[in-house]
């Protein structure tokens, strides 16, 4: 069975400092990791997806098939990134791309 | 392109009645999901629609819940004889394609007495 686990609720850092949100899955298959975010008041949205080896917002993660985890890091906190971010585990090559597992997300704050 | 619509934002319905939420895709999107999230846990899938079908339905519980995208209109999540362990938030999201980005709409909130 597929299976997204984010270990830590709630994540404090401070303004500046670095932030590593971690995720856990299993997947007997090829999978397809991504990181959505929502931010207060907002909808949820994709941050990013391993396939596309982007940044976005200063953010990053790899794909660690040995260790089956997919973190996500960036150097330098800023208070706006404080959000619930949320990883999901999808299908590679199957029809129902859109068809998520998702952790039960983290509360991120950054405080100033 | 005001994005994926849901209504309502906030449902209450008692024991036994029916709910119905909508999902207005973004323009020009056929493919639509529904996501159910409990309090406390993660988004968890229920159906996948493309105009007039169902294409994956294994996330829908048996009983009482239904899902149809009509040719022309929203989609319909439809719970019958609701009981309080429905309540939950009931979030839409939709893609112009099958591997496409998802774009999910704010979600409609229920709540059984």
């Known amino acids: 069975a597929q299976r997204v686990t984010q270990p830590e609720k709630l994540l404090s850092v401070f303004k500046g400092a670095p932030v590593e949100l971690k995720c856990n899955y299993s997947?007997?298959?090829?999978?397809?990791l991504f990181w959505y975010v929502q931010y207060s008041r907002q909808r949820l949205q994709l941050l990013l997806r391993?396939?596309s080896r982007e940044s976005i917002k200063g953010f990053t993660a790899d794909l660690n098939k040995g260790e089956t985890s997919f973190h996500l890091k960036k150097p330098f906190a800023q208070e706006e990134d404080s959000a619930m971010y949320y990883c999901?585990?999808?299908?590679?090559?199957?029809?129902?791309?859109?068809?998520?597992?998702f952790g039960q997300g983290t509360i991120l704050t950054v405080h100033p | 392109n005001a994005g994926v619509m849901q209504n309502p934002r906030h449902l209450v319905r008692r024991r036994g009645q029916e709910a119905r939420l909508r999902c207005s895709p973004v323009?020009?999107?056929?493919?639509v999901y529904w996501y159910r999230q409990l309090p406390e846990e993660g988004l968890k899938f229920m159906v996948y629609?493309?105009?007039?079908?169902?294409?994956?339905e294994s996330g829908m519980p048996k009983e009482r819940f239904s899902a149809e995208f009509p040719k022309e209109g929203p989609s319909i999540l439809r719970i019958q004889q609701v009981v309080r362990g429905d309540s939950a938030a009931y979030f839409c999201?939709?893609?112009?394609?099958?591997?496409?980005?998802?774009?999910f709409g704010s979600g409609t909130q229920l709540s059984v007495l």
């Open positions: 391993h396939i």
């Open positions: 323009k020009g999107h056929s493919h």
């Open positions: 997947y007997s298959g090829s999978p397809e």
């Open positions: 629609l493309q105009k007039e079908n169902i294409i994956d």
């Open positions: 999201a939709s893609s112009s394609g099958g591997g496409e980005k998802l774009f």
């Open positions: 999901a585990l999808g299908y590679a090559g199957g029809t129902s791309y859109g068809k998520l597992t």
